[in-house]
Each structure stands twice: as structure tokens, then as C-alpha cells.
Nanobody, 127 residues
Framework: EVQLVESGGGSVQAGGSLRLSCIVAGLTFGDADMGWYRQAPGNECDLVSKISSTSSTYYADSVKGRFTISQDNAKNTVYLEMNSLKPEDTAVYYC?????????????????????WGQGVLVTVSP
């Protein structure tokens, strides 16, 4: 059974930083691509960033230059370093895995496209 457990969410002021972590069990990074989605209140889930098994990365335009995704194979952990946070970054952030290569930019629910996902962590950025 694949399990993804996120941590590191919280509340910060605009301009601040947070690092989200996602510990992955039951899956090796060579078998899947990993990524982060976020869901703001009343919105669908938007793809924020992803990293492939070959470490190539993708970032949504809204976070490019501010967020960095990385993975530590030895710790089976994926990170999302978030800098220069803005109030519009406020959302629940979900770690996700796909071994089929499916990473739609927006989904109604993660189950529509992803193979595994975590419970989500709340990030709140105040003005």
C-alpha cells in the first residue's frame, strides 16, 4: 500500500517561507513521478510542481522562481521549498504520485487523475 504523509504547513506573512515535506512509503521514486497540487477554498486542485524519476522538474507559472521541488531518495521524501509567499498561495497542499505519467494542470479531485495522494497540509499566507 502506498502512503504519502505531508508535513510543514502553517501560517506565515507575505514574503515568508515554508518547506513542505512528503514522506513516501510503499513506493520507490524510480517507479513514479512525484508532485504537489494545491486547492484554495472553493477552487479545484491545481498542479504546483512535479519532479520525475529522472529529476526533471515542472513548475506552474504562478510559482516559478519562488518554489523549488526536490527529493531525497535515501529518505524517500519529497520537498517543496516555498519562498516569497503571497496571500494567493494560501491553500491546502497535497503531495501526489503518478506512475502513469498523468499530471493534469487542474483536477476536480485528485482521484480523477493521480495514483496516490496525501491528506494535505494547510498553508496560510497573510498580507
Amino acid at each position: 500500500e502506498v502512503q504519502l504523509v505531508e508535513s510543514g504547513g502553517g501560517s506565515v506573512q507575505a514574503g515568508g517561507s515554508l518547506r513542505l515535506s512528503c514522506i513516501v512509503a510503499g513506493l520507490t521514486f524510480g517507479d513514479a513521478d512525484m508532485g504537489w497540487y494545491r486547492q484554495a477554498p472553493g477552487n479545484e486542485c491545481d498542479l504546483v510542481s512535479k519532479i520525475s524519476s529522472t529529476s526533471s522538474t515542472y513548475y506552474a507559472d504562478s510559482v516559478k522562481g519562488r518554489f523549488t521541488i526536490s527529493q531525497d531518495n535515501a529518505k524517500n521524501t519529497v520537498y517543496l521549498e516555498m519562498n516569497s509567499l503571497k496571500p494567493e498561495d494560501t491553500a491546502v497542499y497535497y503531495c501526489a504520485a503518478s506512475w502513469t505519467g498523468s499530471w493534469p494542470p487542474r483536477v476536480r479531485i485528485l482521484a480523477d487523475a493521480l495514483d496516490a495522494w496525501g491528506q494535505g497540509v494547510l498553508v496560510t499566507v497573510s498580507p
